[in-house]
């Protein structure tokens, strides 16, 4: 079955970097769209970036254009979204999304 682990998050300070990762398996992975979504304390799951299965196309949320960038290594099966600038409003629980199947998240904290 599809399977997704997110790793990578911890507690930064405002304005460093941090870079998620996220393992698949259970599905060939080379052929499908994968995303990172976000969820913060209190709101609603959000969607942060995607990318297509040869990574030829990026789309990210416009209010983390510049700051945010997704990509893939397909023969590792492996997604990561490498974060700079990051802000307290950045703080939330990052998630992989693959077919039809959601990570159980990484958390990330921004805080000085």
């Known amino acids: 079955q599809v399977q997704l682990v997110e790793s990578g998050g911890g507690v930064v300070q405002p304005g460093e970097s941090l870079r998620l990762s996220c393992a698949a398996s259970?599905?060939?992975?080379?052929?499908?769209?994968m995303s990172w979504y976000r969820q913060a304390p209190g709101k609603e799951r959000e969607w942060v970036a995607t990318i297509t299965p040869t990574g030829g196309r990026k789309d990210y949320a416009d209010s983390l254009k510049g700051r945010f960038t997704i990509s893939r290594d397909n023969a590792k099966n492996m997604v990561y979204l490498q974060m700079s600038g990051l802000k307290p409003d950045d703080t939330a629980v990052y998630y992989c999304r693959g077919p039809g199947s959601w990570g159980q998240g990484t958390q990330v904290t921004v805080s000085s």
């Open positions: 259970g599905f060939t992975f080379s052929t499908y769209t």
